[in-house]
């Protein structure tokens, strides 16, 4: 059975606002993508892991340097790997592989 599934995006955006002499750090969760998955639920669950292992939030994006991944739970050992086997990151923000309504048509 195929229907249509969403892999939601959300960040923790943080303001730093200063009120009485104290600086108070605001959080708020912002809704930053959306996909639309064709698929099956197994299809949106592989892509919303692709997004959960690749995708780099605004505020880490704006530091990062060319080659630079997320560290997601990699030992030194992983990491050491990947940075001599794998591609350098894509310079665009991540958007799903497959499955997505474009990759349909």
Known sequence: MTAEWYVLIEE?????ERADGVDLKLHRWKLAGTHLINGTEAQAKAVAE????????????RHARPGDEPARQKSLKDRL???????????KPWTPKAWTREAQA
């Open 12 to 16: 923790d955006t943080r303001v730093t």
């Open 50 to 61: 692709d997004a959960a292992l690749h995708y780099i939030p605004a505020v880490l994006a």
């Open 81 to 91: 790997r990947s940075a001599l086997e794998d591609p350098p990151p894509p310079a």
